[in-house]
């Protein structure tokens, strides 16, 4: 007697930030517009320094993560090769209440989203005598304005809604970082759990980026979808802030993106700032 053969879906705990471009680039996914291969994602949603952290224990299978916190996560995470954010002569923003001159930042207090962000990485690169205090992401602008701290570091959306605050923009990290190496500076990637072994993880790199494809191929649909986490952004606003981050970069690294992630990490190792990452192992069809 011939036993029929069963399917067996596998379930992927699928973790990144609760904001519209990382909804925007998870849209396909979560809607079920694309193949999953047998794999049935689960969706949590944290802020991005919760996630490096959580990294530390392996609590999801994939993982968005801050490219500044993968020298801590190397042994147990590879980097998948799509779905990173990059700023492209943008990035991070130092702002104030009052105008400081980017070059007035040493011995300033700065608010900052997390000590293993990208953002901070960044900021010690620039200035590395700031004094970090750190606060939520989404409370840095009020932080600034009721001068907790002398300057804040913004991710996220509010690199486009200081002005609304009030808030003077001190220094673009990514617009330094452009000037000074002539590359994107590599923000955020997803990571992949090495336990599951590389098939899966290479299953798991062509969801995403169908995931990615589908939304900028569907722009205003996912973008639709998007604006529920657009926490009080307009449209327009939210579309602006999209396409900032989800793009040519987001479906793969190309060799200049993982140059850029090798430099951003090699310049931060040579500074004291993060342990070495040694060889860096990209995950997906054309990162071998």
Do not use: C, W
């Given at each position: 007697m011939r036993e029929q053969a069963t399917t067996r879906t596998m379930?992927?705990?699928?973790?990144?930030?609760p904001d519209s471009d990382d909804a925007f680039m998870f849209y396909a996914l979560a809607t079920n517009k694309v193949r999953t291969d047998g794999m049935k994602f689960t969706h949590v949603l944290a802020d991005i320094e919760t996630l490096n952290r959580a990294a530390d224990q392996e609590t999801y299978d994939v993982t968005a993560v801050s490219f500044a916190s993968y020298p801590y996560l190397k042994d147990k995470y590879a980097l998948l090769d799509c779905g990173a954010s990059f700023g492209e002569g943008y990035g991070p923003l130092v702002v104030s209440q009052h105008p400081i001159a980017k070059t007035d930042l040493a011995g300033k207090s700065v608010g900052v989203p997390g000590l293993r962000t990208t953002a901070f990485l960044t900021l010690k690169?620039?200035?590395p005598?700031?004094?970090?205090?750190?606060?939520p992401f989404d409370k840095i602008v009020d932080a600034v304005r009721d001068g907790t701290v002398q300057a804040g570091l913004l991710i996220h959306e509010g690199?486009?809604?200081f002005p609304q605050a009030g808030l003077h923009r001190v220094v673009d990290l990514g617009q330094w970082w452009q000037e000074q190496y002539g590359m994107p500076?590599?923000?955020?990637?997803?990571?992949?759990?090495?336990a599951l072994?590389?098939?899966?993880?290479?299953?798991i790199a062509h969801a995403i980026r169908e995931s990615v494809s589908y939304a900028l191929e569907h722009r205003d649909e996912?973008?639709?979808?998007?604006?529920?986490?657009?926490?009080d952004m307009e449209t327009d606003v939210a579309d602006k802030f999209v396409g900032m981050y989800v793009n040519k970069w987001t479906l793969g690294y190309g060799a200049q993106g993982r140059k850029a992630v090798r430099e951003l990490l090699k310049r931060g190792a040579d500074a004291g700032l993060v342990p070495s990452a040694g060889k860096i192992d990209f995950i997906g069809a054309d990162a071998d």
């Open positions: 379930e992927i705990k699928l973790a990144h930030s690169l620039f200035e005598n700031v004094n970090p205090v750190v606060i690199q486009l809604m500076l590599p923000l955020g990637g997803n990571a992949v759990r090495r072994g590389t098939d899966v993880a290479r299953r996912a973008l639709n979808y998007a604006m529920q986490f657009a926490r």
